[in-house]
């Protein structure tokens, strides 16, 4: 029955997707006559008795909250004749009071400007009496004439006042201005949302001006959950990054361009991976969940996104708020606990056309090379791991016979014979290629808006068959039907093909012997590399084209619709439906000769991924403002979500031509495969309240309701409530006048969310699958892995923030600092249990607490403003975030699981190990002591030369009781800077990241990398080891009869810090001169250098490391890369 | 129109928050199987089965290879070999991966076992209910053998773990053979009579196995502390009951031949008394990929030299990949193997000739010859060509001269080395299907050949030792097949001993993942190790008789009182 209910209310969903799209496409055909759009469409009751239109736009505005730009001296001589209106959109109600006037106006980002039309192409300028005083003053005033102009070309609407007088003027629809001033007065450019210039004169009579659009202006519209605030409304702890920040380094995805550039947003490349197309890991204020995914939830204009960050072209993307505290996410209830990034994408604007292009093109290298042994190393190393491994048998590094028992491959010998050594790293590198190119067009008129854009992507890796290509293709449009009724869809599509995945030739390329050569006599590749125990084979093996492939062909479309319609005065009903459908192929193919089959049967794999999801919502918002002071809004949500996916996967070998790749299994033998399935629903409901009092006491209150199918029966349903406030201590009489306090806003909150972020059916326990015979009788058995946990619930997060935002000196330094408390309960955590449990997988239960603290500081600073294109500006922005987290309990008491890695009062991502203290020494002291501690001391496993580690506990031997908390992988603290330059046209940003202590490991240094053995089967980081006459303290001495060097995960811990020059970009916009002459707006071309150093690191510069930076440890793999681009951003 | 869009939201709003309200969010999973499934019929056989391949997580990999065959008197590590656990040093301590593995294997199916004994499904019928339970009990009897003879006391799980634990404790070693002997004694009740019985398929639990365990069991608690007054008298009664009673009924005899015992395809021969099953239909072989992980079969690699190096060979199918994870003692080789003449056990299990097969890499004669070079030899010519022998080991001593006189290598014992010396043959897998593969060869468990030489020594160990020797001659007599002679072979009560008896296992056993339980129970392990072991004779002590409790067990009982460790570890 319930299966029956589910089955027709997921058809009922899908036909009403299908309706809502058809009613959209229908009514593109039908264009209703008269409608307004964005502010305009605001639909007012109001009524006007005989006033002066100035008092009449005041009241609209206090009404509206839309903002007004004009120059009160084109209102002056125009009253009103008293009419009432009745929910009319606002455009209409400004037609009629300027119907006999010579007014006009037009909507400028979120406000509405007015201006005289009948001044073009002379703008409109008035004296008064200050004025006049002048003129008989001291200096007589000069005409001054100039064009303002935006990124988007000429402004019109833009106030223009001298500095200390009441002149004024405003830009006509060209962008126009004629004013009067005194040779050496000051111009004060000022319009919405655009940074307020304040130009000197200088005796000059035509002053161009290029308007800044302003982040941080305090009247700037913000992206909250489920709508839209004014700055200076927020109650929220809110980041938002505008997309000039964004697209200040050219980016694959939206975590390489967010890197650095937002307070408590913790972006890096997940284990260090830098492959084309590898995703980063994202972290808002640290850690939190041990097993429950910590990435954050990203909302695509309004519909949480469940694919990818590749899946998004980082171009569309024109604004990204990041929701931090609980009262910003709780909103988003199960899904907010990790932080929410809310990210716009363009979307059409009212005017003629713009057509716009931006593309860039450069060329990669890798940022150093692994330092591994040449040839002659290499020989010594092997020889000291024989003497080590087989006491007594050779005399020294000198004994002939190394070089005849076979110790050395024939090849080797010849290699050592000859003085040969082969750079393996040398081969395998190669330039890597990466091209952007975008196309867009949007525009549109009062009724439609639309943007329709073209994106093309591709970059190819340092070594041959790596690539990431991505084609995306983006259609918005935004329709009014009628009065009362809007519908926009949004449609982002993306085609992804990514080549060579998990390519790593490094792990071979390191191995191999450099005594040995790529080619045998005849100038062919050979199999296995000469010497390395006939393990590594030749690396070159898998760059034959054809030998290895790998690819993933990805397609995704994320189409958000929504009708929005105008129920009564300040209600509106809005519903949005987002659907993402992602098919995924995945295949590869490796040869028999490829380092992945090392001469065995070739083998292929093919995995066909399917999933969709899907989100409908109810959106009731209700805004009213009473005797003017008290404004009220309200939000209801309804929402459904669910998302499904499937798999299967299917392998097989032996294939009978290797040109049938992975397209085939009937060509080849012993198919196996698997399969998976697996779907998930949240049901919510949600209500907020946004309370304003005058602008100064500011208050939400949310509550929502989730319930999440992953959950145990009874636990499936929770409420998150939080509730904040907000006090914009300016807007008191007593900060009116103040010269240095442009802005001061107190705000606090509190609130908790949840995390359901686990895999479905966890609760259910599950078995193993195992293939088995009797004889010729093949047969599937299944066993238990796991057992069912009744009792899992959510794991929630209440956060406590306090936050202070400030703007000083007219708004040349804005700044934040936020603090924040998080405890996290019911943990969820992946218990491994004792092996004599029975159970081997971990079981997803909720235990323990954890908590984070932490201090977030934003600044942003306008060090010299500039006035135009020919002076010099400079801008910065800073950011630094602390945080320390901490397991804070644990179930029954227990104060440390080792096997959890879970210690109270340490962070989670704690590091348990042996304690180094140096390496044995050939001493009799130290002999002494190794035996006291019952070590070995002779024969090939004597610990002399090996690493030595602490008797922490004292017990007189060295057992599991001497490992301790050598530190863990959290920072000090992290953050970025971007500074910004400005002059004569040309733009140079440096974009930096930094993060100070905190233990990264890497794994190269572990023996279980196969390149730090120190065995001499293969070849070797380049170390200083210890040898019987090298006494030195740090590295291990080889040993031939090892595999694993004894506690060799101690030597793979290092100092994280680092300060990373992520991007340096020189750019230029040309002059309007030669702008023009191609027909164009404008046009800007630049050069970036990504990743051109990294210092402070010790990392690299003492251990030789590529890259310190990592989320999870370091493996062998990709190095890191350093980018050099050229492009161009052109708006015709 | 105005009205018809107010009208349709309405509609769609309304009918989202009804119809919505009735969506629930039970999960229903389509790709997995929940532990529900085990109380269905079906789901009962295949945790049987899943008991069953269990096993070859533990006879298979190098893990319980490590833990039983080097580390004695009969092998050593190998070039490729393990350096901690076999060789007794201070890098073999409770963190070994290889001890953590077997021990947590053998409990994860143990759990299986008892979910199929503790809870069959109502509606299985009574026959194959009783079966199946008796084989779960046969196989929980072996997880159990291997943890007590490893370890000592440890936690004996009677029921099946339906919850999560983070406590657990060690049981007396008395307990667990007591659980051990009843599930064995209910098995034997049970279990069709022998593998050879119509309807049995290989690889499948009989009476005739767990006679042979439950023999080998009584043995082996003899030797322990929780010895009982009649061990041996139990354990030569089943053993002598299985070769006079039931293996004839059962149609099980010694093969005639000792080298058709490990002939490949010939695995489910006449004297075999139970397998771990492999096949060559490969999706059933182990793992996934076949790519010698988990479950796989890797004994054909772990005993073969680096061969592939040498002059004129390559690796090839036929002669395997070279793990090379242990080499013979020269004690096993040169003196437990002396006697070649009537016993024909020694070339039957070890591989000394190798046969050029790669072209490239024949060696040519210098210029000039060098002294003592075969007729025949011309300087800057091939010494020898593809098919011709590139390697011998002629297995006696050789002088220099002697040795330049061919036109190979010769490597006499004494120029045995950790990379190159010869090869057990027993598991070798000529039919893989290429020469990195796991074998897909049965791995022989139990055999017949054993139960003579375990009821030799529990009678030896009851002081009846003229009774002992006609079960040591039987094997010994076998030997000679073909050529040698088997009155030749025949040993005389005074000649029977504790060591000849350990000696004579070898001979037949070696390399049959035993020996280091063999030395255990005997009380052998540290004077054998002493003397025969050049790896480990100068670090084992006393307390490496009992195999370290996992760390892995021990940090992760965090619950109840600490996790005992085993003394001296």
Known sequence: MIKKLTKSFTFFMKVSIVVVVCVLVCCQLLLAKTAESQASATLVKISFSRESLQTAISKLEAQTNVKFSYNPEDLKDYTTIPHKFKNEPLGKILNYLFAKTHLAFTEINTGIVIYDKTASPKSSQLTNKTNERNIVGVTADITIKGKVSGSDGPLPGVSVVVEGSNQGAVTDSTGNYTIKAAPDAFLVFSSVGYRTQRVPVNNQTVIDVTMKSDSKSLNDIIVVGYGTQKKSDITGSIVSVNGQALRDIPASNLGQALQGQAAGVDIQKSAGNSHPGATQSILIRGTRSKNASNAPLVVVDGIPLNGSLNDINPDDIISLEVLKDASATAIYGSRGANGVLLVSTRRGKKGAPVISYSGYAGFSKPLGHYDVMNGPEFEDLKKWGLINGNPGKYTGLNDPAFLTDGSFAPQEVQSIQMGRSTDWQDLIYKTGFVTDHQLGVSGGNELTQYAISGGYYNETGIYFGQSFARYSAKVSIDQQLGKYVKVGLNSLNTLTYTNGENANPLGQALRASPLSTPYDNNGNLVGFTAGSANQVWNPLANFVPGAAVETRKRFGTFTTAYLEANLAPGLKYRFNGGAEVRPDVYGNFYASATTNNLGGASTANNQTTYSYNYTLENIVTYDKTIAQKHHINFTGLYSLQESQAEQNSFSYNNILSDGVQYYNPQYGSNLTGTGSYSKWDIISYMARINYGYANKYLLTLTMRSDGSSRLAPGNKYHVFPSAAAAWNVTQERFLSDSRVLSNLKLRVSYGTVGNTAIDPYQTLGGLTSVNYNFGSTNVTGAYPTTVPNPKLTWEYTSTLNAGIDFGLFSGRINGTIEAYHEYTNSLLLPLSLPPTSGIPSSILTNVGETENKGIEVSLSSINVPGNGRNSFSWTTNLNITFNRGKVTKLSNGVTQDITNNLFVGQPLGAIFDYKKIGIWQNTAADTALAKKLGLTVTGSGSVIGTIKVQDVNNNGKIDAGDRMILGSDQPKYTGGFTNRFGYKGFDFTVVAVYRVGGLITSKLFQSGSFINTFQGNYNNLNEDYWTPTNHQNYYPKPNSASTNTPYSSTLSYFDGTFLKIRSMTLGYNLPESIVKRISARSLRIYATAQNPFILFSPYRNTFHGLDPETAGALNVDTPAIQTFTFGINMTL | ?569
């Open chain 2, 1 to 569: 129109m105005k009205r018809i869009y107010i009208y349709l939201c309405s509609c769609l709003f309304l009918g989202l928050i009804t119809t919505a309200c009735k969506k629930t969010l039970i999960e229903a999973p389509k790709s997995t199987l929940t532990p529900a499934f085990f109380a269905t019929n079906q789901g009962f056989q295949s945790g049987l089965v899943a008991a069953y391949a269990g096993f070859r997580t533990i006879w298979g990999p190098d893990t319980y290879f490590e833990m039983t065959v080097p580390g004695t008197d009969e092998f050593i590590a190998g070039n490729d070999g393990n350096n901690g656990l076999v060789k007794y040093n201070s890098n073999f301590n409770t963190a070994d991966g290889t001890v953590a593995t077997i021990w947590k294997n053998c409990y994860t199916y143990i759990n299986t076992c008892n979910g199929l004994i503790t809870n069959p499904p109502a509606g299985l019928d009574s026959a194959t209910k009783t079966t199946g339970i008796a084989e779960a009990k046969f196989l929980r009897a072996n997880y159990y053998f291997i943890l007590v003879q490893f370890w000592g006391d440890v936690t004996l799980n009677k029921t099946f773990q339906a919850t999560p634990t983070t406590s657990a404790t060690r049981a007396p070693m008395a307990d667990v053979y007591n659980f051990i002997i009843q599930d064995l004694n209910d098995a034997i009740a049970a279990l069709p009579l022998s593998p050879q019985t119509n309807g049995v398929l290989p690889g499948r639990a009989t009476k005739a196995a767990a006679m042979h365990l439950l023999a080998k069991v009584y043995l082996t608690r003899a030797g322990s502390s929780a010895k009982q007054p009649d061990d041996y008298k139990n354990a030569y009664t089943n053993a002598i009951n299985l070769i006079t009673n039931v293996a004839p009924a059962g149609g099980l005899k010694l093969q005639q031949d000792f080298g058709n015992v490990f002939a490949q395809g010939n695995e489910n021969n006449s004297e075999i008394l139970w397998t771990v099953q492999h096949t060559s239909t490969l999706a059933y072989n182990g793992s996934p990929t076949q790519n010698n992980s988990g479950p796989d079969n890797l004994l054909c690699h772990l005993f073969v030299p680096k061969y592939e190096v040498q002059p004129g060979m390559q690796r090839s199918t036929l002669y395997g990949r070279p793990y090379i994870r242990v080499v013979p003692t020269h004690w096993l080789t040169d003196t437990v193997f002396s006697e070649r003449v009537n016993d024909q056990r020694y070339n039957k299990t070890f591989q000394t000739m190798w046969l050029c097969n790669n072209a490239a890499s024949i060696p040519n004669w210098p210029n000039p010859l060098p002294a003592g070079a075969p007729a025949g030899a011309q300087p800057g010519a091939p010494k020898f060509t593809v098919g011709d022998t590139a390697i011998w080991m002629p297995g006696y001593a050789m002088t220099a001269a002697q040795i330049a006189s061919y036109r190979y290598q010769v490597i006499p014992p004494a120029k045995y080395s950790i990379a190159l010396s010869p090869a057990l043959t027993k598991y070798f897998d000529t039919k893989r299907p290429d020469q990195n593969s796991p074998s897909s060869r049965p791995i022989i468990i139990y055999r017949l050949a054993e139960t003579y030489l375990i009821a030799a020594e529990a009678l030896f160990m009851d002081g009846r030792t003229g009774d002992a020797v006609q079960y040591v001659n039987a094997v010994r007599e076998r030997a000679a097949y073909p050529s040698g002679n088997p009155q030749a072979m025949d040993i005389t009560a005074g000649q029977l001993s504790l060591d000849f008896i350990l000696d004579e296992r070898s001979r037949e056993l070696c390399g049959e993942l035993v020996r280091w339980m063999d030395l255990a129970r005997t009380g052998k392990l540290l004077e054998r190790v002493k003397l025969h072991n050049s790896d480990g004779k100068n670090n084992i002590q006393p307390f490496h008789v009992l195999r370290p409790i996992p760390q892995t067990q021990i940090d992760a009982t965090i619950t109840g009182s600490p996790y005992p460790q085993n003394p001296g570890w």
